[in-house]
């Protein structure tokens, strides 16, 4: 690395830290308004979590061997994984696509995703802070069964930013979409419905029908919701926890790639109307 | 009168405003076609595990939730677009000019707006409930339709009334468009009978945020479950409701200090 790179990785570094700490400071600002929007969030995995321990009552306390415990475990670790995968919504692509907001961002020597990346990952601290007492609510409403081993939780706290990554590069290209056509609602939704089916958003991946889960395995859905949990959730062998790592890897570089791709003929297309 | 007047005006004008853009028509559609079809999935995921969810049968929970897209439909079109209008003009100053008018501020800042290509939830949700109900063992009869009708129109007025109150919020705390995602997120327990949630959550869902007066009651309606008690409960809780919103719009009213944009 010459002097230049290393100058050019400092600055963008500088710009990573600045841009994290005044989102931080922006979004204590707004603490209501996030609470209204995390007890929103908190009712999707309850829903889910009461319809599996309905089940899992009704047959002796286990669907498919996946006891309350461990439902409660799964669904209660899944809004801590879910905080940390929101991420610049594809909305928010066809919003700046549309209303000429690009044009800013395309001005300023740096690739917009930094923006985004930099300033959704300022806004975790904040969200994982608030959602603390929701978690502990859950945690005495529901009994848990969890107890990870410190490897885990090492290779869970990477996984929740392996899971970041990957869901920003996916819905990146998802929003990408909004260059070459305005009316892009339908599609966003019917991807966000394959990702519920196939992520393990919706259901532990287990108690999908077998074509499904080996659909999903090829699919880069599950590292971003089903594999992050697990890693704390579940027993996986040190071996599964550093594959699961590198499939994460294996996922950032090749959609990070995609991202890159696609930008490169997409911005050609763009023609900005106002601003 | 004057005020469904008035509303049935503001729903001309929208519907010559949207009838402008008939491809969204079938994005919308897709749209349905896709949440429809998700909830399918759903449905079909958990009945692969168990015969009955706490008595419910697949056939009666596909009523629940064509009842929930169904009015989800209805909020999507006509009450969604209003408060969310509302709760930007509050913020911009802009509501003066709705004020001004010489109308009931309440009936006008309910009907501005409304999205008809949205009502496509509205047509997609009643096959869903036919198709649930074709599927039941016992014979739905027009006492039980009538019955359904009359939950539906209750449930929609306490479901808006509870909109008003959430948007009326934005006259003391500015930023409550996060709102809109605390009531999609707690929307969707609807899709399920609040019978099988735990006590607390079955309480918040019925009175906090009324899901379960507008969806369940309803469903329970055309499934035969529903006793005179709830059927009273629905409308006593429907009408409380309206004279409390009534109240409250005004009361939130009074500090709004219109910045005149």
């Known amino acids: 690395m010459n002097g230049r790179q290393a100058g050019a990785a400092r600055s963008l570094f500088d ?19 996030t609470y209204f929007w995390l007890v929103g969030m908190i009712a999707e995995p309850v829903v889910y979590l009461v319809v599996w321990t309905t089940i899992a009552k009704q047959q002796g306390g ?43 961002a395309l001005l ?30 859950l945690w005495f409403a529901f009994h848990p069964t969890l107890a990870p081993t410190p490897l885990e939780v090492v290779v869970f706290f990477l996984a929740i930013w392996g899971a970041y990554l990957i869901r920003t590069m996916f819905m990146s290209i998802l929003g990408m979409i909004t260059f070459w056509t305005t009316r892009v609602s339908a599609i966003f939704e019917l991807a966000l419905a394959v990702e519920l089916l196939l992520s393990g958003r919706l259901v532990p991946l287990k108690l999908m029908p077998d074509w499904a889960e080996s659909l ?11 594999f992050p949990i697990q890693a704390l959730v579940a027993d996986y062998s040190t071996g599964e926890l550093l594959g699961g790592l590198g499939m994460q890897v294996l996922w950032i570089v090749v959609l990070t790639g995609l991202t890159m791709f696609v930008w490169r003929f997409a911005v050609r297309r763009y023609s900005a109307v106002g601003n | 009168m004057r005020s469904f007047r008035l509303a049935w005006l503001f729903f001309k004008l929208g519907s010559m405003n949207e009838l402008q853009y008939r491809a969204n028509f079938f994005v919308q559609l897709l749209q349905s076609a896709v949440s429809v079809g998700t909830a399918i999935v759903v449905l079909k995921v958990v009945y692969s595990h168990t015969q009955a969810l706490n008595g419910w049968s697949e056939s009666e929970l596909l009523v629940v939730m064509g009842m929930q897209i169904l009015l989800g439909g209805v909020i999507k079109a006509a009450i969604q677009p209003n408060m969310q209008r509302l709760m930007e003009e509050v913020q911009d100053g802009k509501l003066d000019f709705a004020l001004t008018k010489p109308e009931d501020s309440q ?20 096959a869903v409930v036919g198709y649930g109900i074709s599927g ?29 109150i959430i948007a009326t919020v934005a006259f003391w705390i500015v930023a409550a468009w996060n709102s809109i995602e605390l009531f999609e997120g707690v929307y969707a327990t609807g899709r399920w009978p609040v019978s099988i949630y735990p006590i607390w959550l079955r309480l918040g869902v019925t009175f906090l945020v009324p899901i379960a007066f507008a969806i369940t009651v309803p469903a329970e309606a055309v499934t035969s479950r529903l006793d005179w008690q709830t059927i009273a409960l629905a409308f006593a809780f429907g009408a409380a409701l309206f004279a409390f919103t009534r109240w409250w719009w005004h009361f939130g009213l009074r500090r709004y200090s219109g910045a005149s944009a």
């Open chain 1, 15 to 33: 710009f990573y830290v600045t841009r994290g700490r005044t989102r931080i400071q922006s979004e204590f600002q707004y603490r209501v308004a």
């Open chain 1, 62 to 104: 286990a669907v498919q061997g996946i006891t309350t415990g461990e439902f409660a475990a799964y669904y209660i670790v899944w809004t801590l994984v879910r905080n940390m995968n929101i991420v610049f919504t594809p909305y928010g692509w066809e919003w700046r696509i549309r209303e000429g907001e690009l044009s800013a």
């Open chain 2, 136 to 164: 039941l063992e016992r014979a739905v009869g027009p006492a039980d339709v009538l019955l359904f009708f009359v939950m539906l129109v209750v449930g929609a007025i306490t479901i808006y009334c509870f909109w008003v």
């Open chain 2, 107 to 126: 009936v006008l800042i309910s009907v501005r707006d409304v999205r008809i290509w949205r009502l496509v939830d509205v047509v997609s949700g009643a």
């Open chain 1, 216 to 226: 999903a395995a090829v699919l880069p859905f599950q590292w971003s919701f089903y």
């Open chain 1, 108 to 137: 300023r020597p740096l690739h917009p995703l930094h923006d985004d990346v930099a300033a959704f990952a300022g806004w975790k601290p904040v969200v994982i802070l608030l959602w603390l007492p929701i978690a502990g609510v």
